[in-house]
């Protein structure tokens, strides 16, 4: 059984960075596809970044391009997301999740993803 732990999250001004970390347990995570989710209150979950299991390609949410960043790190069975310029609209519950194959779909379908973490909150002031 796969066990996703993040951490990283945390209270920041509008403009401020947070990098989320996520590390897996229980079974390697290294040849799956790995994603970040978010999750307001009273809004549906919405995929914010996934990412092939070698890298080869990474996928954002429309909401987050070219402020967020999404990279692993195999030998540590480690997810991480770099959020940069962050705004109040980024404020949520943010999991890590994991599914059973090597390839990420350009959809977001949470439906997708087999193993998930407990989730870190982020908080963004204005």
């Known amino acids: 059984q796969v066990q996703l732990v993040e951490s990283g999250g945390g209270s920041v001004q509008a403009g401020g960075s947070l990098t989320l970390s996520c590390i897996g347990s229980?079974?390697?995570?290294?040849?799956?596809?790995l994603g970040w989710f978010r999750q307001a209150p009273g809004k549906e979950r919405e995929g914010v970044a996934s990412?092939?299991?070698?890298?080869?390609?990474?996928f954002y949410g429309d909401t987050v391009k070219g402020r967020f960043t999404i990279s692993r790190d195999n030998s540590k069975d480690g997810l991480y997301l770099r959020m940069n310029n962050l705004k109040p609209e980024d404020t949520g519950m943010y999991y890590c999740?994991?599914?059973?194959?090597?390839?990420?779909?350009?959809?977001?379908?949470?439906?997708?993803?087999?193993?998930w973490g407990q989730g870190t909150q982020v908080t963004v002031s204005s």
């Open positions: 999740a994991a599914t059973l194959g090597y390839f990420c779909l350009a959809e977001f379908r949470s439906t997708d993803f087999r193993f």
């Open positions: 229980g079974y390697s995570i290294r040849n799956n596809c």
């Open positions: 990412i092939d299991a070698g890298s080869e390609n990474a």
